[in-house]
């Protein structure tokens, strides 16, 4: 005969029939959860980044690189043919103006010198020597002529003595014109002297002239040489910094040769480089912004030099604080070139996820959802970009790179 099911026997049959229903609508709770995730994917909020449109000032910029270069640079060079004697100091040290930076060998030099000088004291003695034959030819024809105009009164006295006589018929007409010629003969012979007087004179006096002048070139020459002596003792031109320097010493020179560069020691400018696509977008006065190390020094921009090379432009920045102390001599720096400036507009952190100006593609996170909404983008630069539509201040845009999620409308995005 059956007998009946105690209470409590049914009892536990509910209990594990509940846990059993209970056990599988998590599986299918679960199983269905994993389906989702693998059909709709998603990312978690660590994995990107967001940035939010708000309202703030934007500036349109060129990005360039840039290198820190002195505004004061001198170049010493070789002032003629000739070695290195003696390096004195080292590139990278600091120097005082007129410190001896190295000696080059000065024989050539010297010898010039001393043949310039032998050249003056020669000059010297030529124009004495001429001074003192001048004298000598000047007393000697001076002389000659005291005695022509006696011989020329006391031939006058007998043309006088012959024309009275012949007035009365005494003398004949052959003596008398014997008288006038000697007369005539004797003027001219004076005036001759007289002219040879003064040509001796002038002739003298522009050979000592030339003389002098020679001097002269030849002093100039040795004023130029002595020049050229003391740069073989080469110094610093003012306080600065020995940026380079040519050490090799015994090593021969050429005329002109670079051979030292010394600099300022703390006022900058930065020397930029920026792809000739840009180069109608520049002119002298445009505002830099300078950054290095999350430090941003202001500056404008001083000239724009006319060549191209290698589909490059370089321009020079004169920056407002030109002695900042973050700056170095020869540091890389990121220079941004404002074009164009807006006080009050939507703004957003740039990012990989925004490619230039222009409507664009973007997620904006909704709910737990990134949403594609296209967007119109503006002026920007490296750090932040315009937004002009698609988009309200507030929204959150992902800017990191998801090329990889780039064909869904959306995704997820978790915690």
Not at 134 to 149: F, G
Not at 336 to 347: G, M, P, V, Y
């Amino acid at each position: 005969m059956d007998q009946a099911i105690s209470h409590d026997t049914l009892k536990n049959r509910r209990r594990k029939t509940i846990l059993l229903l209970a056990a599988a609508a998590i599986s299918v709770t679960g199983a269905a959860w994993a389906v989702n995730r693998l059909i709709s994917p998603g990312v978690s909020l660590g994995e990107i980044r967001v940035g939010e449109v708000r309202v703030g000032a934007i500036d349109n910029t060129i990005n360039a690189a840039g290198v820190v270069i002195p505004v004061h640079e001198e170049q010493l060079s070789s002032p003629n043919q000739s070695r290195i004697s003696k390096v004195i100091a080292k590139a990278g040290q600091q120097v005082r103006a007129g410190e001896l930076l190295m000696v080059l060998d000065d024989h050539s030099i010297r010898l010039a010198i001393d043949n310039l000088r032998e050249q003056v004291s020669q000059q010297d003695v030529k124009g004495q020597l001429l001074a003192m034959e001048m004298e000598s030819n000047l007393k000697k024809i001076a002389s000659e002529i005291e005695l022509l105009e006696l011989d020329l009164q006391s031939n006058k006295v007998k043309l006088a003595r012959y024309q009275k006589l012949g007035a009365i018929g005494i003398t004949s007409a052959v003596d008398l014109q014997a008288a006038e010629l000697v007369v005539k003969r004797n003027e001219v012979q004076l005036r001759q002297h007289k002219e040879s007087l003064n040509d001796t004179r002038r002739t003298t006096q522009s050979n000592v002239e030339a003389a002098r002048l020679q001097k002269s070139i030849y002093q100039k020459q040795m004023e130029a040489q002595q020049r050229l002596l003391e740069q073989t003792q080469v110094k610093a031109p003012f306080d600065g910094l020995l940026t380079w320097m040519l050490a090799d010493q015994g090593a021969s020179l050429n005329t002109g040769q670079l051979i030292a560069k010394v600099s300022e020691l703390n006022n900058f400018k930065v020397e930029a480089t920026v792809s000739d696509f840009y180069a109608r977008y520049l002119s002298p006065g445009q505002k830099v912004r300078v950054e290095y190390s999350g430090q941003i020094m202001p500056g404008e921009v001083q000239t724009i030099l006319p060549e191209i090379q290698n589909g490059t432009v370089k321009l020079i920045v004169v920056l407002d604080q030109a002695n900042h102390p973050s700056l170095r001599h020869k540091l890389r720096v990121e220079v941004n070139i404002i074009t164009e400036q807006k006080a009050r507009s939507l703004i957003v952190e740039n990012g990989p996820a925004i490619s230039g100006k222009g409507r664009q593609d973007v997620y904006v996170l909704e709910d737990g959802k990134a949403v594609k909404r296209s967007v119109e983008i503006g002026l920007g630069d490296s750090k932040m970009v315009e937004v002009l539509q698609g988009a309200k201040a507030g929204d959150r845009l992902v800017i990191s790179d998801i090329s990889s999620l780039k064909h869904l409308s959306s995704f997820r995005v978790s915690q």
